[in-house]
């Protein structure tokens, strides 16, 4: 059952192979500085190196992943290992950089292989492998737009972490909640950007693993609690921990590591405005900026700042009519916006699918208020729910809109026009598929309309969809050949940005919505779809 | 997922995408002045085309240089060189300035040669491979056809050399494709049209030329109408037409058309060049027939040899006019030119290629190890124009997908798989690709000794050579022997449907009855 997955694997590390050449961001000089810093230089001295403007700002875990990589690195070319050698990129170095990209890649495509084992066995009406859950699956994941693009093109190791993130999903399902919990500890300690989906994990494991029992209605039964299994979640976290951490609290350097891996200095939003409420937050306030001093409500000094504000390369603007946002808002939003989610996975956990649809949420609270959100986070999103799309109808319904949007608002990323053809035939080929395979997964499922419409979406939706297509031709199309390149240069990223946080959010609130009402009647536990 | 439309797409869409992929390496003869390579070809051909009067093209002017690649394709290339040259002048002038422009190089005017290539491969070659699946083959599901011609797209030789090196390959190898269709769907004076189209874009296409005039000469006379004729004029007169409308700028002076003529068939530059996977060049190691003898005693050789080693396929298929053999008689054809014709080219055993792709679907084993052996022919090429790195996923893509459809996801099993035989030719096909693996390994890793300098390009071809010699002779075998499948069916009744679809696009009924006279009729002339 298992052999198509390797087969896909194959094809698509050669698709990767091919994608050697292509453009490389900044991101790839970081990790090359990264592997010198680890390579040439004492551990003690790891988080305080600053030749490059590219200080290490992983944890540690990451820090020996690249110490482990330098090992091998030196084999191709020695030169790259040297902190001196800013911007060094021979034709070596690419090779081994791009391919430590696709070889750690395989960690995704074990995990995924061990996920699809856990699905429900495949049907026996279908004689071929094509229409089997396995198998959309496994494409879905191993050849996920996001991560071809940000790993393969742009220069992230996001595959093999996401691999790590799904082998700790896969063996929560699999009843292996120690060894889940390990897997999660150990992510953390390689990016500490997962600490998003952390309080799902908390929460789960703490009511599904500490607590033993339910009560006859689904409620917890509060004397189940089962201090052995709790102490062994807690030691087994905090050693994992103290092995990444434990060096460095020794040399005393531990507020050093925290502020590299903390850096409050950046701004609300990045370069690039995820398509996150706060995208829809400036936007407002640029609004009301120009209506309020055409009105002569605001004085027209503000308009001063208008130009810093715009070009989005400025990373701290100023608000000019709504408040600015402080850090402690963000955090508090993200927190507040959490919680009815993990209220009701601790109400009803909902087995493993409860879990991952959580573990969705909290990445969407965070994705949608956090403070110096990267675009790339939607992946944080799209990744878990790619898991339930292949299980559950109405998820299937939120997971086309989300990666469809999702996938797009990551398009600003590639700007080259040599990478423009693959950026766009990749994302119509995977979009195409995941509509294709969604389509003969729930073919059964009555969902017509009359109107015209995608599969599994009903008109409204679609036509949000489909108005991507124009969006995209204007912003890379129609605005340069207009001449507005110079004088609105902001204006394609804005419109990106704003159009892509409304489809977002919306898919936040539907998910949240089915989630809630879902639990309530206990579709769940009555019924598998 | 059984959708045709919406397979279709996909795979055009994925072709695309692993097409633009190769497309991001590096072209011949980048950065390398001051010849550079086919690319800085192509580009001065459109900036030649564009700026100087029809008349000059072909001609040694002031301003038309014909020792610094001078025209030396056929008008069909030279007109679309000037389209694309007129494209070129309207997005950026300096891309084809006159003299000025020499050895242009810049990352835009790269992007717009890709973009060329792309946009003949989408409009010729890529509809006219699903074209050929889709119309031509019967009696297999949409899936199992799709997925051979997501293989036929995916065949690294051809995306390589268009995308990578830096040719148009996919137009003239295209119009033959059309020209296959079109005859399988009895329509041959658009076929016959579409292949003089082929042969004014490229004069290798002559490779292909014996096995097309010996198909349709042999269904004219085996034609049960009494106006067999007539049929030879009408296709004759489509075909000089088509000429003449091709050459109507030249026509007007002889003079002019021999000028043509001599630039398309460059006697004058050897029997070969660089290191070719052809019998000429690997007997050079043993005899130096070069210095031996003369260059009119070579032709002859040349000529001499490819016509005895064509002549019995040529005879088959004029004797037998199907598809089935038209396709084999193909490859055959080529691949004799291949190897003992005159002035060949490395890059040609894709005129040779194109027909094996035809046939993925009937012999899937012996095609997929052709199509490899022949892209490695090609390796000291894709090494020296900096292609390696695309080259070994693309084989590995290749080689991967062709086991996928063949696979059980694909084709259901079928029952004539011989055990003992399949296990033999997995041994050898193994050992193949192990010397093939290694040969490429020493090229890119061991420096060749002083005394040797070409030693790894030398063994890559004689090792090549001897393959194609064993495939030239399996391809002659296979062509006679298709015959027996039109006898069995003649026979059984049952086994018809099955073998349908190897027939192209003729009812099964009607092609047995058409055999079973054609037979008589060879009997008689016999």
Redesign the interface.
């Known amino acids: 059952m298992a052999a198509y997955i390797w087969v896909v694997v194959a094809c698509l590390s050669t698709l990767k192979c091919l994608l050697i050449p292509s453009y490389r961001s900044t991101d790839f000089e970081v990790h090359r500085n990264w592997l010198a810093i680890t390579h040439s230089l004492p551990i003690s001295k790891w988080y305080f190196e600053d030749t490059s403007e590219w200080t290490l700002d992983y944890p540690p875990f990451f820090a020996w992943f690249e110490y482990l990589l330098s090992q091998i690195a030196v084999l191709f070319d020695p030169e790259m290992l040297k902190v001196n050698n800013l911007g060094y990129a021979s034709s070596a170095t690419i090779l081994f950089q791009r391919l430590s990209v696709i070889v750690t890649d395989l960690v995704l495509a074990y995990a995924v292989k061990e996920f699809c084992l856990t699905l429900p066995k495949p049907r026996e009406d279908g004689v071929r492998g094509w229409s089997q859950p396995g198998f959309t699956l496994s494409i879905l994941l191993v050849a996920n737009f996001g991560l071809l693009i940000i790993d393969h093109i742009h220069f992230q190791y996001n595959g093999f972490l996401f691999g790590l993130m799904l082998l700790s999903i896969t063996r929560i399902c699999q009843d292996r909640t120690l060894e889940g919990a390990f897997w999660f500890a150990v992510l953390l300690n390689f990016k500490h950007i997962y600490i998003y989906v952390a309080p799902a994990y908390f929460v789960y494991l703490l009511r599904t693993y500490c607590f033993t029992a339910s009560n006859k209605n689904g409620g917890v039964k509060w004397t189940s609690f089962s201090p052995v299994r709790f102490l062994c979640l807690g030691v087994l976290v905090i050693s994992v921990c103290a092995l990444s951490f434990g060096p460095f609290i020794a040399m005393d350097q531990l507020p050093q590591v925290l502020s590299r891996l903390f850096p409050f200095k950046r701004g609300l939003c990045h370069a690039y405005w995820a398509p996150n409420f706060w995208a829809l937050y400036n936007v407002a306030d640029k609004a009301l900026t120009v209506v309020g001093v055409k009105t002569g409500v605001v004085s027209g000094d503000v308009l001063k700042h208008k130009a810093s504000m715009t070009a989005g390369l400025v990373q701290e603007f100023e608000h000019t009519v709504l408040p600015s946002v402080p850090p402690i808002a963000t955090f508090a939003l993200t927190g507040l916006t959490m919680l009815p989610s993990l209220l009701h996975l601790w109400r009803y956990p909902g087995g493993p699918k409860g879990f991952i649809r959580s573990i969705t949420l909290c990445a969407f609270s965070s994705f949608i208020f956090g403070w110096h959100v990267h675009e790339k986070a939607v992946l944080l999103m799209i990744v878990p729910l790619s898991l339930l799309a292949v299980q559950s109808f109405k998820d299937a319904q939120v997971f086309l809109l989300l990666s469809t949007v999702g996938h797009f608002s990551l398009f600003p990323l590639l700007f080259t026009p040599a990478e423009t053809p693959i950026k766009v035939c990749l994302m119509i080929a995977y979009t195409s598929f995941c509509f294709v395979s969604m389509d003969s997964c729930y073919r059964p499922i009555n969902y017509t309309f009359s109107l015209p419409h995608l599969p599994l979406l009903n008109p409204i939706d679609t036509m949000y969809i489909v108005g991507l297509v124009p969006l995209y031709v204007y912003c890379d199309i129609i605005h340069p050949i207009l001449g507005l390149s110079q004088t609105l240069a902001f204006l394609p990223l804005l419109l990106m940005s704003v159009y892509c946080s409304v489809g977002v959010i919306y898919s936040w609130l539907r998910l949240y919505w089915t989630t809630l009402k879902r639990g309530g009647t206990k579709v769940e536990h009555s019924k598998q779809e | ?3 045709k439309g ?1 397979l279709t ?2 795979i055009v ?2 072709a ?3 097409r ?3 497309s ?2 590096p072209y011949s003869g980048a950065g390398k002045p001051p010849m550079f390579g086919d690319y800085e070809a192509q580009r001065h051909w459109m900036e030649m085309t564009y700026h100087l009067p029809v008349k000059e093209w072909y001609h040694n002017t002031s301003t038309n240089d014909l020792q610094y690649w001078g025209l030396d394709y056929p008008p069909l290339t030279a007109y679309h060189s000037w389209l694309c040259g007129y494209v070129a002048d309207k997005v950026n002038p300096d891309w084809v300035a006159l003299q000025r422009s020499r050895g242009h190089e810049s ?2 005017h ?2 717009f040669m890709r973009y060329t290539v ?1 946009v003949a491969d989408l409009l010729v070659y890529i509809p006219a491979v699903i074209a050929f699946f889709l119309w031509t083959v019967k009696d297999r599901s949409n ?1 199992q056809l799709l997925a051979f011609a997501a293989v036929t797209l995916l065949y690294p030789g051809l995306v390589l050399i268009d995308y990578g090196h830096f040719q148009y390959n996919c137009i003239s190898l295209g119009f033959t494709l059309w020209a296959v269709v079109a005859m399988a769907t009895n329509h041959e004076l658009l076929g016959s049209v579409a292949f003089v189209l082929a042969l004014n874009y490229k004069q290798m296409e002559l490779y292909h030329a014996v096995p097309f005039f010996c198909y349709l000469l042999g269904r004219c006379l085996w034609s049960k109408d009494e106006i067999r004729l007539w049929k030879l004029a009408k296709i004759g007169v489509f075909v000089i037409g088509t000429f003449a409308l091709c050459w109507l700028p030249f026509l007007h002076d002889i003079d002019h058309i021999q000028q043509v003529i001599h630039r398309i068939f460059p006697f004058a530059r050897g029997l070969f060049e660089d290191k070719v996977s052809n019998i000429w060049c690997s007997l050079n190691v043993i005899i130096k027939l070069k210095n031996l003898l003369s260059q009119p005693l070579l032709i002859r050789l040349s000529l001499a040899s490819t016509l005895i080693c064509l002549a019995p396929s040529a005879v088959n298929l004029l004797l037998n006019p199907s598809i089935q053999k038209l396709k084999y008689a193909l490859v055959n054809s080529s691949l004799v030119f291949f190897l003992f014709s005159y002035q060949v080219h490395e890059k040609s055993i894709l005129i040779a290629a194109l027909p094996v792709c035809l046939l993925i679907h009937e012999q899937p084993f012996v095609c997929t190890w052709f199509l490899l052996i022949s892209v490695f022919s090609m390796l000291p090429l894709l090494i020296k124009d900096g292609l390696i ?2 080259t ?3 084989m ?2 290749f080689y ?2 062709s086991k ?1 459809s063949q696979s059980s ?2 084709t ?1 099993p079928t029952s004539d798989q011989r055990g003992q035989s399949a296990s033999f030719r997995n041994f050898a096909f193994w050992c193949s690709i192990l010397g093939v693996i290694a040969l490429t390994a020493c090229s890119l890793v061991i420096q060749s000794p002083q005394r040797f300098p070409d030693l790894w390009p030398v063994l890559v071809s004689i090792y090549s050579c001897g393959h194609f010699i064993l495939f030239l002779i399996s391809f002659n075998y296979l062509q006679f022997t298709s015959e027996d499948i039109g006898q069995t069916s003649a026979i059984e009744g049952a086994v018809q449907s099955k073998l349908g679809g190897r027939d192209g696009h003729q009812g099964v009924g009607n092609k047995t009855k058409k055999g079973g006279k054609r037979k008589q009729k060879t009997n008689k002339v016999d």
Request: proline share 6%.
């Open positions: 997922m059984d959708n919406t797409f996909l869409v994925a695309v995408s692993i633009w992929c190769v991001l390496n990352e835009g790269k992007l792309l899936i790195l695309a070994i996923p693309l590995v893509l991967t997908g996928v996801w694909v259901p």
